[in-house]
């Protein structure tokens, strides 16, 4: 998911289900990026090397075929939550510790 800014228990609450926060960098807005519903969007970084607080490239391709990339910050604040994620999630992540225990 990406946004302009997230409330704190939102941003948490869609880590803990698994999904990534990103928000938009250096002012950008759905707005300003021209964004309607139909674009491609396509995340770059996302395979097991992703940071807390990273930026990440993103290229929106439009409906019109044209393509911009931008920067956009991904908002998994902490190593744990990094771990949350790749389990799918707060649960996947403690019914596994569970298992293994």
């Not at 990406?2 to 950008?28: C, D, K, Q, W, Y």
């Not at 807390?52 to 920067?71: E, F, H, M, N, R």
């Not at 908002?75 to 510790?97: A, N």
Request: proline residues 2%; hydrophobic residues 40%.
């Amino acid at each position: 998911m990406i946004a302009e800014s997230f409330e704190r228990i939102h941003r948490s609450n869609l880590v803990g289900m698994g999904v990534i926060p990103f928000e938009f960098t250096a002012g950008m807005t759905r707005k300003s990026l021209g964004l309607k519903g139909n674009e491609v969007v396509s995340i770059q970084g996302l395979s097991g090397d992703l940071k807390p607080l990273s930026l990440v490239d993103c290229t929106i391709a439009y409906a019109d075929g044209t393509q911009k990339t931008i920067q956009i910050k991904c908002r998994i604040d902490t190593e744990i939550e990094i771990e949350y994620v790749e389990h799918g999630g707060v649960l996947h992540y403690v019914l596994r510790d569970l298992a293994t225990a």
